[in-house]
């Protein structure tokens, strides 16, 4: 197992990165760069990557800040105090090495569930997915994808006390940790045990302690909610959120529109053979309910600027991509190529600085 994950991480990061370096050298002197922004790290600790950094040194203020939770600050602040490191360094260090905790809990999950040929095309896809460069950056997905995870892998082992931790920390890191609780409370109703209903509660546990904080820091208990109107969030219906994707894109011909609406659509169709195939009965509506959930925060709210690296996320999808892919050569050969040159063109953009990852 290690050696078919270690060699998907390292490839992954050492061509991003190089790449990312080679843009930002040649092309990027028009982006605006932090003095601790050096290279060859320039490319993939851009955008929110500064929140986190200021979040771990200042604290919340009265800014945008309040939109990050704090879990992904502190580690970065802690990793600096042990090793040293420098804001860019500690950054990507706490991110990726997430990254290879995450891909090796998705290769466990998956052989336990479906089979190792399952396990290692779901790492795989997982590296090569169009939006895949965001679990190199020094961004939150990656901590937030192996607590998630590895709570599945120790929930499913039946051992909720040790998962109800790892809830709790999924909770600090990301609001989308919410998405998980109906899911783990399908669970909990099945198993009638207080230690299921306790691991199922703790992201709630979690929102609650960083709302009591923020509370406290700016006098707004909502401030990650209500500060998401700097990026256009409001209370939208799902399916008027996705049609004006395409709306937006048939007035402005602008490809990215056109990107996204297909990207929630190709997520949302891998339920298909989730809800479908009989090797995947034993834990479908969980996985529906988890993959519904993270797509419901930024349908509801409109906030779909991001949406193709919050499904890195939703790991179920990668399991039934891996079994389409399995049992159809020729989807496995399509994507293998134009996955990653999706990855190439939307990674481009993102550190040129013309669009968010």
């Known amino acids: 197992m290690w050696r078919h994950v270690l060699v998907i991480w390292v490839v992954s990061r050492v061509a991003t990165i190089a790449y990312g370096a080679a843009l930002t050298s040649f092309l990027g002197w028009h982006r ?16 929110d990557t500064v929140y986190y950094v200021d979040l771990a040194h200042r604290g919340y203020g009265d800014n945008l800040s309040v939109a990050f939770f704090p879990l992904f600050a502190v580690g970065i602040r802690l990793w600096e105090a042990v090793t040293g490191m420098g804001d860019a360094t500690a950054s990507l260090a706490v991110s990726n090495l997430s990254v290879l905790v995450a891909f090796a809990g998705i290769y466990v999950l998956a052989c336990r569930r479906l089979s190792e040929q399952h396990a ?9 997915s169009p939006y895949a460069f965001a679990l190199v950056m020094a961004y939150s997905e990656g901590p937030f994808l192996a607590l998630t995870v590895w709570m599945v892998v120790l929930f499913d082992g039946r051992r909720e006390w040790w998962a109800a931790p ?23 109703l099945r198993r009638r045990l207080a230690a299921t209903w306790v691991a199922a509660a703790a992201p709630i546990a979690a929102f609650a302690v960083f709302a009591a904080w923020l509370g406290h820091a700016v006098g707004d208990p909502l401030a990650m909610v209500h ?42 169709a891998l339920l298909v053979p989730i809800l479908r195939l009989p090797r995947f009965a034993a834990t479908r509506w969980e996985d529906t309910m988890y993959v519904l959930g993270i797509f419901a925060l930024p349908l509801l709210s409109n906030v779909l600027l991001s949406v193709g690296r919050f499904g890195l996320v939703a790991f179920p999808l990668m399991f039934a991509l891996a079994d389409v892919g399995l049992r159809r050569a020729n989807v496995h050969r399509v994507y293998v190529v134009f996955a990653p040159t999706f990855q190439i063109i939307f990674f481009t953009a993102a550190a040129l600085g013309y669009r968010p990852p």
């Open 166 to 188: 790892l809830g709790f920390l999924a909770g600090l890191t990301r609001v989308t940790a919410l998405a998980i609780v109906p899911s783990l409370a399908i669970v909990a």
């Open 227 to 268: 500060v998401q109107s700097h990026w256009g969030g409001r209370a939208t219906f799902p399916l008027v959120s996705l049609g004006a994707q395409f709306v937006d894109f048939a007035r402005t011909l602008d490809f990215f529109y056109l990107a996204r609406g297909l990207t929630v659509i190709g997520y949302l």
């Open 120 to 128: 290692r095309r779901a790492v795989l896809y997982l590296a090569l």
């Open 32 to 47: 605006a760069i932090a003095p601790w922004q050096s290279q060859p790290w320039r490319a993939v600790t851009g955008w």
